[in-house]
């Protein structure tokens, strides 16, 4: 399985990269996402959250493009102010 992950959370991509079976895709820009969601072979899934500070029309905006081309897509969504790390394989620091 192949996943985009669009997200600023510390230690979330080393801790799903040691999943087996899945190949993660870690873009620092929204327009490198929307990019590999355009492609002819576009991922399975895609988690993206608000860690990084986008816009949450983005957001949604990158979600309605990732359903539209068959792509899975999970949300993390905090709101402004909420800090989160990985540790551990939990995700800590909500709120």
Do not use: H, K, N
Not at 73 to 95: E, F, H, I, N, Q
Request: proline residues 5%.
């Amino acid at each position: 399985m192949e996943l985009i992950i669009f997200s600023a959370i510390e230690g979330l991509q080393a801790e799903v990269e040691q999943l087996r079976d899945v190949a993660v895709l870690a873009p620092s820009r929204i327009d490198q996402v929307q990019r590999l969601l355009s492609g002819s072979r576009p991922p399975d899934a895609l988690y993206l959250d608000d860690s990084r500070g986008t816009p949450l029309a983005d957001l949604w905006d990158l979600t309605a493009r990732a359903q539209q081309v068959g792509v899975r897509v999970m949300l993390g969504l905090t709101g402004p102010g909420g800090s989160r790390r990985c540790a551990g394989g939990r995700v800590t620091g909500y709120g």
